[in-house]
C-alpha cells in the first residue's frame, strides 16, 4: 500500500491535489488539506506532480 506524506509546514492549502486525486485521498477540513483516506491511493503520483509547492511524496 502507497504511503502519503503531505508535509503541513510547506502546504499552502490551494486544494490542487483535492481535485487532481482521481480516488478523493486528499480532503480539505478548517482550511487545511488533510490526507483523508490514504488507503485508496493507487499511486498514480498526480497529486505529487500538480503540487505547486512540491509539498507531497508518495512511497510505494
Do not use: K, W, Y
Not at 30 to 35: A, F, G, H, Q
Amino acid at each position: 500500500m502507497p504511503i502519503v506524506t503531505l508535509d503541513e509546514n510547506t502546504c499552502t492549502a490551494c486544494q490542487t491535489c483535492v481535485n487532481t486525486c482521481p480516488m478523493g485521498v486528499f480532503e480539505l477540513e478548517s482550511e487545511t488539506v488533510v490526507v483523508a483516506q490514504e488507503d485508496q491511493c493507487i499511486a498514480c503520483r498526480a497529486c505529487e506532480a500538480s503540487c505547486p509547492v512540491s509539498a507531497i511524496i508518495v512511497e510505494d
